[in-house]
């Protein structure tokens, strides 16, 4: 065992423990040659003599770093030198000051879903580069994420990683990973796989979301097992936007999840109106009505801690009422319910014969606008759509309004990129603002998350006007 102050190696003087873990200790410590501050992973040996112990122990570690060292990812934390001392296997490392995900969540608790899209986006991309040289993780949860002071998440422990393809005859009969974050395939005994991965980030991002991991806790570990087996999940209630992304992340079928650089994707266009549709001028009224709106501002700061994924103003946490559905551009919303209550509708005009997941655009003529609305992913009781708003005019538009009467058993649980009255079964949606100017045969775009009884989604039949 090691001991503080304790040079090993001949190199490395350990100034003190970092974390501890079942199997390792992990110490901040100095590289006395190059006179730097590093963390040393030490695993820890078993009580026991049992020479096939201590060489699992020594496979382990080297595993690890053969791994780990051949990721450069300015996300993933990099491996610097393996060596043996005194009986036990150290593991060098670079030293980031930082705090785990889970810390952060118990000082402040659930994060703000901008926040956790940002996280989201750094680590999916350091995975991503993990998959291209075809190495699993197989541990991604909150533990394993870092966050640092400048906002950087960094994924680290790539102590049960290993190269697809391997299979070790000693991990035959065990289930590698963290019971709350284990895709369905890996509880039920089956072999991890790089959609395993992706799950287990989804897993991550819902709890970081919500607060608790998609199927709980429990002190039962068959309860939770059969949970994820079963994979009856509902949607996170803040999800908003991020929704569909995570419902395609946590796919019960491995084959229907996107790939990690899928992901990547997909989460980096969550929030981001395409850029064909923002006009130079719409561009130049959003900055000068964002100081107008606070809400425009996503906050970056948690427990002392900067969440940014690029050049952007960081502001303290600012504090969203329930029935407020926050995006990078959402203004407000009116809703007159709260958001996770289910709204029923009345009476609703029969579903038109068209596509099941698209409403036919309203004439030009009747509104100078015309709204097209579409389903772009569904899960069990809900469903996202997204309405594009173009402007059939000659002229510029200076704001647009959407309305439309909700099907029967559907209600809106969340909405961005725009401000939502409801009334009954009427919904009217207006600009968010930033998005009121539309430039002739330009478009502009909002988003929502619809509730319903059963079956498939309803698409009503939406009309256009300009303000």
């Known amino acids: 065992m090691a001991f503080e102050e304790q040079l090993v190696n001949g190199r490395y003087r350990l100034l003190g ?19 730097r501050v590093v963390a ?4 820890l040996r078993e009580p026991a003599t049992d020479p096939g112990k201590v060489a699992e122990t020594c496979d382990r570690a080297l595993r690890e770093a053969r791994l780990a060292s051949r990721l450069r990812h300015p996300n993933a934390v990099a491996v610097y030198d393996v060596f043996e001392d005194a009986g036990s296997m150290y593991l060098v490392m670079e030293y980031v000051p930082a705090k785990s995900l889970t810390d952060v969540l118990v000082e402040r608790g659930p994060l703000p879903r901008c926040d956790v899209l940002r ?14 040289d075809w190495i699993l993780h197989r541990d991604v949860t909150p533990n394993n994420v870092l966050v640092t002071g400048d906002g950087t998440a960094r994924i680290t422990d790539f102590g049960v990683s290993r190269a697809l393809g391997e299979h070790p005859a000693a991990e035959d009969d065990v289930v590698v990973g963290t019971l709350p974050y284990l895709a369905p395939e890996v509880a039920r005994g089956g072999e991890a796989g790089l959609p395993s991965d992706v799950y287990s980030l989804g ?4 709890t970081a979301l919500e607060g608790t991991p998609p199927f709980g806790t429990s002190d039962d570990p068959i309860t939770l097992l059969r949970r994820i087996t079963e994979n009856q999940l509902a949607p996170p209630a803040h999800g908003g936007p991020l929704t569909g992304v995570l419902m395609r992340m946590l796919e019960r079928d491995p084959a229907a999840r996107p790939s990690m650089q899928e992901a990547v994707e997909l989460l980096a266009a969550v929030g981001r109106p395409a850029v064909a549709d923002v006009p130079r001028r719409s561009r130049l009224r959003r900055v000068a009505v964002s100081g107008l709106a606070v809400s425009l501002t996503c906050a970056g700061v948690v427990a002392g801690v900067a969440l940014t994924d690029g050049p952007e103003t960081t502001a303290a946490p600012i504090q969203y009422p329930a029935t407020t559905v926050t995006a990078d551009h959402t203004v407000r919303s009116t809703t007159t319910a709260a958001v996770a209550t289910r709204l029923l ?35 069990p009781d809900g469903a996202q759509a997204e309405v594009t708003v173009h402007n059939d005019r000659t002229t510029r538009l200076n704001g647009w309004t959407v309305t439309w009467m909700l099907p029967a058993g559907t209600g809106i649980r969340d909405l961005w990129n725009g401000t939502l009255t409801q009334a009954g079964s009427s919904a009217t949606v207006t600009d968010a603002g930033w998005n009121a100017l539309v430039e002739p045969g330009a478009s502009a775009t909002f988003g929502l998350n619809e509730t319903r009884t059963g079956g498939s989604p309803a698409v009503p039949v939406v009309s256009c006007r300009t303000n």
């Open 40 to 43: 040393v992973k030490q695993f």
């Open 203 to 206: 897993a991550t991002l819902y």
């Open 345 to 379: 509708a009345g009476e609703a005009p029969p579903a038109p014969a068209a596509t099941p997941t698209s409403a036919p655009a309203i004439e030009p003529a009747r509104g100078g606008c015309t709204a097209h609305y579409r389903v772009t992913s569904t899960w």
């Open 17 to 35: 423990q970092l974390g501890r873990g079942a199997t390792s200790l992990v110490w901040r410590a100095k590289d006395e040659r190059l006179d």
């Open 119 to 132: 996280l989201g986006r750094q680590v999916a991309a350091a995975l991503a580069a993990a998959h291209g």
